[in-house]
Nanobody
Framework: QVQLVESGGGLVQAGGSLRLSCAAS????????MGWFRQAPGKEREFVAV????????LYADSVKGRFTISRDNAKNAGYLQMNSLKSEDTAVYYC???????????????WGQGTQVIVSS
């Protein structure tokens, strides 16, 4: 089992920045790829970004490419999502998740956090 807890969400003005954190505990977090997903009000949860277990490779949704950066620190059992140039359409609950697969597909993820709310005011 891997337990994941997100933090760092909040209210920010459009154009601002936030850094989300994902704290992991339990089985070796470093064995898993880590992804971030988000769910906006009235919409389905969608892929945001993923990073390999070793941090070498990353993949981003087109909607966040160039604005968001995913990273991880396996020594701290933590992952991060740096979000810059935030837009109102980035408003959502953000979830971190762990998977053995380097994947943008939700069904490939075995472990999920409870989410952290991000609200971007325009």
């Amino acid at each position: 089992q891997v337990q994941l807890v997100e933090s760092g969400g909040g209210l920010v003005q459009a154009g601002g920045s936030l850094r989300l954190s994902c704290a992991a505990s339990g089985r070796r977090f470093s064995s898993y790829a880590m992804g971030w997903f988000r769910q906006a009000p009235g919409k389905e949860r969608e892929f945001v970004a993923v990073i390999t277990w070793d941090g070498v490779s990353t993949l981003y949704a087109d909607s966040v490419k160039g604005r968001f950066t995913i990273s991880r620190d396996n020594a701290k059992n933590a992952g991060y999502l740096q979000m810059n140039s935030l837009k109102s359409e980035d408003t959502a609950v953000y979830y971190c998740a762990a998977s053995y697969a380097f994947s943008s597909t939700q069904k490939n993820y075995d472990y999920w956090g409870q989410g952290t709310q991000v609200i971007v005011s325009s």
